[in-house]
């Protein structure tokens, strides 16, 4: 009924989770990012009037979307050794 797994079976599935965890929650950032930097260089290609505005707006929004990434890291840091 419950399941029974050796150290080496447990050491194996806790760093698989890590792995998993630091690729899915890497990955939406990296997507944000990329769509992030690609809508305001067409705003500023539109508008360089525009361009310091667009330029402080991004590096926030770009800062925001890596700090969720920091944070799928330091939860695969926690699954893989604690």
């Known amino acids: ?3 029974n797994f050796t150290g080496l079976e447990a050491e194996a599935i806790r760093r698989i989770a890590a792995a998993i965890a630091i690729g ?3 990955l939406g950032p990296a ?3 990329g769509f992030g930097v690609h ?3 067409q705003a500023i290609g539109r508008n360089p009037e525009a361009e310091n ?3 402080t707006t991004m590096i926030i929004g ?3 979307a890596e700090a969720v ?3 799928c890291f330091v939860v ?3 699954i893989a050794f604690v």
């Open 1 to 3: 009924m419950f399941l």
């Open 24 to 26: 899915f929650g890497g």
């Open 31 to 33: 997507l944000a990012i």
């Open 39 to 41: 809508a305001a260089m």
């Open 53 to 55: 505005a667009v330029r």
């Open 62 to 64: 770009l800062g925001l």
């Open 69 to 71: 990434a920091i944070y």
């Open 76 to 78: 695969a840091l926690i």
